[in-house]
């Protein structure tokens, strides 16, 4: 049996993560087996490990290289770098990889950039699909500092919506800037509305704030809650300016991820998507990276390598 190392949750939240030796995994008939040279923790998974529950491995976006082919024949061959959206286990020397969610990576781009794209980026083609065309389309972003926020913010804007980005800090505002936002306010409050569209992610008093703000017929699109606050609603708020509008609720999952990530891959690689990435650490420091994650001290993605890259 070949032994590998991986991070395992500890339950402590200073602390969240360890090494443990385990076992190389065996990948069924449909997966590859990657050597990971990257990985991107998410802010979401950062409340898991709060308080584990038994087994759990996490680890849901990583970039590396196929050292074994899938044995159905599907998939990339050996020596292929690829980047992969697997359902666990990422944070790790080696991953068991379905290969209906991975994509090959051209020469052009790097473990680091391709392992800040899956989860962040597909939360975002997804969430604009849901939401329609955008294009003149005003636009209202809550949350818009974080991974997908700011994959939303380019897209959206590429397609001809006018973006209104919500973040608390300047100089996150003047990235969002950059990306084609119309115009950034630090709170939902100060938005000058109505907004034909609404994509929210803070929860709190942040929905009822951005709902104010929304055109009569217009929807909200509630994709998470960062703040950890829950909503209350009047729902005779409705009355007093978004009379008729929507509120859906939307979460990404669902594989195949496959053609999603290779189109993500394939935006970077025309440069219209730069994934923002606000470090770039030795996976030595996951814990502490895990915790500035959560504690919002990390602009954009946070990137961990592991030294496998040849």
């Known amino acids: 049996m070949i032994r590998m190392q991986r991070l395992i949750p500890t339950g402590d939240p200073a602390r969240p993560v360890e090494f443990a030796d ?21 802010r979401g ?24 082919a899938a044995a159905d024949g599907s998939g990339p061959p050996i020596g292929a770098r690829v980047v992969s959206h697997p359902p666990r286990g990422g944070w790790a020397e080696y991953a068991a990889v379905p290969t209906h969610s991975l994509a090959v990576l051209p020469d052009g781009i790097d473990a680091v950039r391709a392992a800040a794209l899956p989860l962040a980026g597909i939360t975002a083609l997804r969430l604009l699909r849901t939401a329609g065309s955008v294009a003149g389309r005003r636009v209202l972003l809550t949350g818009a500092a974080g991974g997908v926020g700011h994959y939303l913010t380019e897209l959206a804007a590429a397609s001809g919506a006018d973006v209104t980005a919500v973040t608390a800090t300047a100089a996150r505002g003047e990235r969002l800037l950059a990306r084609g936002a119309t115009s950034v306010v630090r709170d939902a409050a100060e938005a000058r509305g109505p907004f034909d569209l609404v994509l929210e992610s803070t929860g709190g008093a942040a929905l009822p704030q951005a ?8 929807t909200l699109i509630w994709f998470g809650q960062a703040s950890r606050t829950p909503v209350t609603l009047d729902f005779f708020d409705f009355f007093a300016g978004p009379e008729g509008a929507s509120i859906r609720h939307f979460h990404y999952a669902g594989a ?4 999603d990530l290779a189109t993500l891959v394939r935006l970077v690689e025309r440069g219209r998507l730069h994934p923002e990435i606000g470090r770039v650490d030795d996976w030595a420091r996951t814990a502490g990276t895990l915790v500035d994650l959560r504690e919002r001290r990390i602009r954009g993605k946070a990137v961990l390598t592991t030294g496998a890259a040849r």
Do not use: H, I, M, S
């Open 256 to 259: 195949p991820y496959g053609e």
């Open 22 to 42: 385990d076992a190389q995994p065996v990948p069924a008939a449909d997966e590859a087996l990657v050597r990971v040279e990257a990985f991107a923790p998410n």
């Open 45 to 68: 998974e950062t409340f898991l490990l709060e308080d584990p529950r038994p087994g759990l491995l996490p680890g849901k976006d990583l970039a590396g290289l196929v050292v074994q």
């Open 211 to 218: 709902l104010a703000r929304l055109a009569a017929g217009g």
